[in-house]
């Protein structure tokens, strides 16, 4: 059994920064990517980022913006800089595999 957690959620202003840090704990491996998601309220669930053989993605929404790194095979930060009040979301770590594994969620606001 996985578990995932995520933390570093929390309240911001427009333009400043959070690390998200999410860990993953169970039968996983370095093989298995992981990324993050989000969901605002009344919005679906929206990928984020993905890591995968050290290889990065992004959503178009935080490209230049986010930064998604995996220093130790279990965990995966995101690093948000300049953020905005459409970042404002429940973000969600998930581990790729058969199925999927994901965190309870934190969150973050962006508020003036």
């Known amino acids: 059994q996985v578990h995932v957690v995520e933390s570093g959620g929390g309240l911001v202003q427009p333009g400043g920064s959070l690390r998200l840090s999410c860990t993953a704990s169970?039968?996983?491996?370095?093989?298995?990517?992981m990324g993050w998601y989000r969901q605002a309220p009344g919005k679906e669930r929206d990928f984020v980022a993905l890591i995968s053989g050290g290889v990065a993605s992004y959503a178009d929404s935080v490209k230049g913006r986010f930064t998604i790194s995996r220093d130790n095979w279990n965990t995966v930060d995101l690093q948000m800089n300049n953020l905005k009040p459409e970042d404002t979301a429940v973000y969600y770590c998930?581990?790729?595999?058969?199925?999927?594994?994901w965190g309870q969620g934190t969150q973050v606001t962006v508020v003036s």
């Open positions: 998930k581990v790729f595999s058969n199925p999927d594994y």
């Open positions: 169970g039968g996983i491996s370095d093989i298995n990517p």
